[in-house]
């Protein structure tokens, strides 16, 4: 399993680097909305000089930055994924797709895209489904979102198309459990499209991060708050203020 900081805000981000434990980052419009006002290919080329700054040389190369449109205009979604590779010069940028917009697919720009050498990491994908027909047209990570999967499956602004969905078979209770999507999903490409990975995004708790990597999740994006909830325990800090007093208490 490999972490990805998922997050847009630079100081978080340089922090993240600096750990070591991230093997890649992932952003989205909304992560970005929540930074100062400003253009968006500024912010992003910040981001990029972080790599460079704080990632070695070796690991340079492989280190993953996902960057994701912000149209639903086939031209457009085209336009942006080609300015981003081309004015972000990053070996391993991933441009986030999503996989359908109300009726709308983008299979064929996925596709296309992949065709002509961009990496394309399919987002929004909330079933095997999604994350199998993007993996087909060719997309190298398909994004399973853990927490809004799972969301579906009990918010009652959605009972009614949930309760339509399972009643005429398109989908199972069970669909809306992130653990079986992703495990379904990992098995299907493992036989059928190895070169695609699974990002679980949307993850929330510690429990989350685990479970999704037990499940088959090759990647897990974490945002910074979650990060700093894996490495905290009430009884770790009483073991260390008892190293700390037990030592002053014989050195005085
Ligand atoms: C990851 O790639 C997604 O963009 C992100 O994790 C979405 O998470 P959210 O459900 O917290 O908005």
Redesign the pocket.
């Given at each position: 399993m490999r972490l990805?900081i998922?997050t847009a805000k630079l100081e978080d981000i340089e922090w993240g680097l600096k750990t070591g434990a991230m093997r890649g980052i992932?952003?989205?419009p909304?992560?970005l909305a929540k930074e100062p006002k400003g253009n968006y290919l500024v912010h992003l080329g910040k981001i990029v000089e972080l790599i460079k700054q704080h990632v070695p040389l070796e690991n340079r190369k492989g280190f993953s930055l996902?960057v994701?449109v912000f149209s639903d205009e086939p031209d457009e979604i085209l336009a942006q994924a080609r300015e981003f590779v081309e004015k972000l010069q990053w070996p391993a940028l991933a441009v986030?797709v999503h996989i359908d917009h109300r009726g709308r697919d983008n299979l064929v720009l996925i596709n296309q895209l992949s065709r002509s050498g961009i990496s394309v990491?399919c987002?929004?994908c909330m079933t095997v489904y999604q994350a199998m027909t993007a993996a087909a047209a060719g997309a190298r990570y398909v994004?399973l979102?853990w927490?809004?999967i799972r969301d579906g499956g009990i918010e009652e602004k959605f009972a009614k198309e949930r309760e339509e969905l399972i009643a005429s078979g398109k989908l199972r209770k069970e669909d809306f459990d992130p653990a079986v999507a992703v495990k379904e999903t990992r098995i299907l490409l493992e036989r059928f499209y190895p070169k695609s990975k699974i990002?679980a995004?949307?993850?929330?708790t510690p429990s989350d991060v685990k479970d999704a990597s037990l499940a088959g999740a090759h990647i897990v994006?974490v945002?910074p708050k979650v990060l700093r909830e894996m490495f905290g325990h009430f009884k770790t800090d009483e073991i260390v203020d008892q190293f700390f007093s037990d030592f002053k208490a014989w050195s005085n």
């Open positions: 990805f998922d992932t952003t989205n909304s992560l996902s994701e986030k990491n987002t929004a994004s979102l927490g809004r990002i995004g949307s993850v929330r994006t945002q």
